[in-house]
T-cell receptor, first 112, second 113 residues
Framework: DSGVTQTPKHLITATGQRVTLRCSPRSGDLSVYWYQQSLDQGLQFLIQYYNGEERAKGNILERFSAQQFPDLHSELNLSSLELGDSALYFC???????????FGSGTQLSVL | DQQVKQNSPSLSVQEGRISILNCDYTNSMFDYFLWYKKYPAEGPTFLISISSIKDKNEDGRFTVFLNKSAKHLSLHIVPSQPGDSAVYFCAASGMNRDDKIIFGKGTRLHILP
């Protein structure tokens, strides 16, 4: 158990819908990262937060947004969903910035 | 543009032999490298790391080698065990606070009995 909690584990929705993925980092970790894993695409970096502030941005679509709350949990919002958004979304946390990451078990999103 | 490349999608190795997983990177600003292991239905777990000031780091059966001039690193597992069957991801980062941790696409390792 990495100590990072992601909910829900599975999400099935339809095109055009909006969903929210939630992540609780390990106790004491200030940094939260979001990654997307699609078939044959490895782990694509989406966005990183440190203590509530956005720290780095990757290939995150404009339809996607995220935030980190004062209690350090984070949410990833995906809107106007398309079939191609179906993927495994991982959250990770670390104590500082760009240190060893601890990953949650992921949220499997299926857009039908 | 893929900055971290794992060119072998899969690798099969006999139990007890050495497994060598390779990773190449293009960004010369990377100076911290990590290997992660992933089982199905689980998140990746940290395995071993190396900073650019070293060329080798060892932890039990796992050794990571870094060749900065070639922009290449490798993970050696010896001896390979059945539980090592998993997907291995190479990752790299700079040390600036805004740097991203970039992952490769992964290599699936099969340990054969």
């Amino acid at each position: 158990d990495s100590g990072v909690t992601q909910t829900p584990k599975h999400l099935i929705t339809a095109t055009g819908q909006r969903v929210t993925l939630r992540c609780s980092p390990r106790s004491g970790d200030l940094s939260v990262y979001w990654y997307q894993q699609s078939l044959d695409q490895g782990l694509q970096f989406l966005i990183q937060y440190y203590n509530g502030e956005e720290r780095a941005k990757g290939n995150i679509l404009e339809r996607f947004s995220a935030q980190q709350f004062p209690d350090l949990h984070s949410e990833l919002n995906l809107s106007s969903l398309e079939l191609g958004d179906s993927a495994l979304y991982f959250c990770a946390s670390s104590t500082g910035v760009n240190e060893k990451l601890f990953f949650g078990s992921g949220t499997q999103l299926s857009v039908l | 543009d893929q900055q971290v490349k794992q060119n072998s999608p899969s690798l099969s190795v006999q139990e007890g032999r050495i497994s060598i997983l390779n990773c190449d990177y293009t960004n010369s600003m990377f100076d911290y490298f990590l290997w992660y292991k992933k089982y199905p239905a689980e998140g990746p777990t940290f395995l071993i790391s190396i900073s650019s000031i070293k060329d080798k780091n060892e932890d039990g059966r796992f050794t990571v080698f870094l060749n900065k001039s070639a922009k290449h690193l490798s993970l050696h597992i010896v001896p390979s065990q059945p539980g090592d069957s998993a997907v291995y991801f190479c990752a790299a980062s700079g040390m600036n606070r805004d740097d991203k941790i970039i992952f490769g696409k992964g290599t699936r390792l099969h340990i054969l009995p």
